[in-house]
């Protein structure tokens, strides 16, 4: 049993450093495009309103000052920038993650808790234990030619069983409060009556009101706390957390489409579990992109110096951009659409659906084809 | 001890550790989750939204809606202001929690803060004692009301606010007959001073 749990710890979850490291640049670009550190609005309020939950961010006697928050979004941007291009890596992902857990709680000191950006935050945080920067990195060009990178797979494990656990809190409550009844449709009710509390917020529209089908909506339950509990389960196995993940880009496309929750951090980090390199290697990579490679990290050890300040530049205009224009993908989609963050957030789906509807085909292929095998063989 | 021991017991050392860590952040997980549900919502919490149970019981949807009003010194005349307004710039879901916490009656149940309780709030549900007058100790504090004024100043110039008015409405909305007919209740009527 030790054995057995070690196993899943330490191996099972490993990936090749080149997939970490694309995880690692679609979590950055993500936090570079989509995650604008916004807290200016709070230097508006009275220090009265600010109630900070259970934690941390108690020890913070009021709003804090403006230079603060400015400090904080500056450096954040700073930290995302040289996440995204391997730059100190380790100490990127740190920072980045805990300013990302700080941002978060300032905004959450006013009676709320969102758990939108939490996911996200936290692996962050974790992967930086796992070497991620080991490739398509600035930290991988400066490392001595020949040299391997080591990554850690434990990390990707903890991650795991975090995401476990989250799905868990979900699911419990549901299973508790009769989402199982034949004679409850939770998800309609929920539905329902969030188009009385928010009618723009969903785009169901007057649909749900209209459809009181138990063929339509009961399925609906038993769908989400099934795959709620499955999570836990899933996790035991790299390949069906990977299956899970796929799933739940639908499952939180589906809560995004009904009530207008942005749960687009979370679909991002479940990058970290893909082997990415699988789909690198079927790319044709043109022998000059690997010239160029070999160009810059030759080039890197004379610009050592200045790489700093650029990224520090990099970071100070992220900062100026977003106070200025909002985030940028927003501000992209600002130019054709009416809610330019919902569209933002739909151009992230449509990335992150047409990942999982590849690998659910890769699997399928895969699957069938042993099971061709075995009926072969006998 | 040769360099391939201390490498193995280096390695042994840092496995003991993981492990360690794997064990701590699981009892931290469930003791985080428990004291959510228990007590009140830390920050960073790791639970992810239950939606449990299903609103409004089938029958209509209720929803607790506080309407702003405010009355100016030498005149009879009041202003209704959404109370996004008065709290621009802050992104609306922040504008939804103060106004639901901070000009909103004393909550009922013990445990407003709670995973459970702050779920609530996103229904629109909050439990709140009924018919009550008492303003929350934000809404008591000079300096909030130091800030009403001067934001109010400066949404309507000229004018000098004499008092806020938060009335709490219950909202009841048929959902499963043809009319869709919408029906409202006072619940509470909170009056916040702001003359001296």
């Known amino acids: 049993m030790g054995r057995r749990v070690d196993h899943w710890m330490f191996d099972s979850f490993a990936v090749t450093p080149r997939s970490l490291g694309i995880a690692r640049v679609l979590i950055g670009t993500y936090l570079v495009l989509y995650r604008a550190p916004g807290l200016r609005w709070m230097g508006s309020l009275p220090d009265a309103f600010f109630r900070p939950p259970a934690g941390p961010l108690h020890l913070i006697g009021g709003i804090p000052a403006s230079g603060v928050i400015t400090a904080v979004s500056v450096t954040l941007s700073i930290a995302t920038i040289a996440l995204l291009i391997g730059y100190h890596t380790r100490l990127a992902s740190c920072v980045t993650g805990l300013l990302l857990f700080a941002v978060d709680g300032l905004s959450y000191s006013f009676g709320h808790v969102h758990h939108s950006g939490t996911y996200l935050a936290a692996v962050v945080v974790i992967m930086a234990a796992s070497n991620w920067g080991g490739a398509f990195s600035v930290d991988a060009l400066r490392r001595r030619k020949g040299a391997k990178p080591a990554t850690e797979a434990w990390p990707l494990a903890l991650a795991a069983l975090l995401l476990g656990f989250l799905m868990l809190t979900s699911a419990l409550p549901k299973l508790a409060t009769g989402w199982l009844d034949p004679s409850t449709l939770a998800v309609r009710a929920h539905v329902v009556h969030y188009h009385f509390v928010a009618p723009h917020d969903g785009l169901l529209g007057t649909t749900p009101l209209e459809s009181t089908s138990n063929l339509v909506w009961k399925p609906l339950d038993y769908l989400t706390v099934f795959f709620e509990v499955g999570f836990v389960l899933a996790i035991a196995s790299p390949r069906w957390t990977r299956m899970f993940c796929a799933a739940a880009v639908v499952f939180h496309l589906g809560a995004f489409v009904a009530f207008g929750i942005d749960f687009t951090g979370s679909v991002v980090a479940y990058a970290i579990f893909f082997e990415w390199s699988m789909v690198v290697d079927r790319v044709h990579v043109p022998w000059t992109s690997r010239a160029t490679a070999e160009q810059v990290r030759d080039f890197l050890p004379r610009i050592r110096l200045v790489l700093g300040p650029a990224v520090f530049l990099a970071g100070v205009g992220l900062y100026m951009f977003s106070v200025h224009f909002g985030s940028p993908i927003s501000s992209l989609t600002s130019r054709f659409a009416t809610s330019p963050d919902r569209a933002a957030a739909f151009l992230v789906f449509g990335v992150a659906l047409s990942g999982a509807l590849a690998y659910a085909v890769v699997r399928a292929t895969s699957a069938t084809k042993q099971i061709r095998r075995r009926f072969s063989e006998a | ?196």
């Open chain 2, 1 to 196: 001890m040769t360099c391939h021991e201390a490498v193995r017991s280096g390695t042994r050392r840092r496995s003991r550790l993981v492990r360690s860590v794997f064990v701590t952040v699981i009892a931290l997980l469930v003791a985080q989750a428990f004291y959510s549900y228990a007590v009140q919502e830390p920050y960073p919490s790791f639970v992810f939204p239950s939606f449990s149970g299903a609103p409004d019981h089938q029958g209509p949807v209720r929803l607790l809606r506080p309407r702003f009003v405010v009355h100016f010194a030498g005149s009879d005349r009041a202003v209704e202001v959404r109370y996004q307004r008065l709290l621009e710039p802050a992104p609306g879901v922040v504008a939804d929690a103060i106004a639901y916490t901070v000009f909103a009656p004393p909550r009922s149940d013990d445990r407003p803060r709670s995973t459970p309780g702050q779920f609530r709030l996103f229904l629109e549900q909050p439990t709140f004692t009924r018919g009550t007058r008492t303003l929350s100790a934000t809404l008591r504090n000079p300096s909030t009301r130091a800030w009403l004024r001067s934001r109010l100043a400066q949404l309507f110039p000229g004018r000098s606010p004499r008092s806020l008015e938060i009335s709490w409405d219950e909202h009841r909305y048929a959902v499963d007959n043809a009319s869709n007919g919408e029906t409202v209740t006072s619940v509470s009527r909170l009056l916040v001073p702001l003359e001296g």
